[in-house]
């Protein structure tokens, strides 16, 4: 009698194991089915335009002494495609682009649509708000009121 005879694992490392298919075990269905729901709902991120569901397109927010500017990368669309609208605290950016492909006799028809809204800072002039699209991006500039800029007080930072 071997030594490796008395260990119970290794009795049977000739053997090859009797093992089912992933396809047939359940538990392994189940982790499959699990990672792909997750692998879906994280892979909704990755896309910078997104696919209707998602954050939706880059936004960049700034503001100046003299306004508040909002650019949003749509790589794709053209201004006939692209809504903004403007409230006195509300800045909306609807966008939407329709794909048509066809290939080997099928054609596709796809849609893929966005909705920003953005609340305005008291002090911002609705009325004077222009909306500018070049190269892909629009950039909104909402002037602020003369009040508002008057009441912007300036604190000079010092170091210790």
């Known amino acids: ?32 089915d699990l990672n792909r729901v ?30 508040m500017l909002v650019s949003v990368d749509l790589p794709g669309l053209d201004d006939k495609d692209i809504e903004v609208n403007v409230t006195d605290d509300m800045l909306t950016i609807r966008g939407e682009r329709e794909e048509k492909s066809e ?8 849609r893929r649509s966005f909705h920003r809204m953005i609340p305005v800072p008291p002090g911002v002039d609705a009325d004077k708000a222009e909306a500018e699209f070049k190269r892909g991006v629009l950039t909104v500039t909402l ?18």
């Open 38 to 67: 997750f692998e879906d709902f994280w892979g909704r991120f990755d896309s910078p335009f997104g696919n209707g569901i998602s954050a939706g397109p880059r936004t960049d927010i700034s503001e100046t002494d003299e306004a």
């Open 103 to 110: 290939k080997d006799g099928f054609s596709s028809q796809s």
């Open 143 to 160: 002037p602020k009121t003369e009040e508002a800029r008057a009441r912007v007080k300036r604190i000079n930072v010092k170091s210790s």
């Open 1 to 32: 009698m071997a030594f490796s005879d008395l260990i119970p694992w290794g009795r049977d490392r000739d053997r090859t194991p009797d093992r089912r298919r992933d396809d047939d075990n359940p538990m392994m269905s189940l982790q499959r």
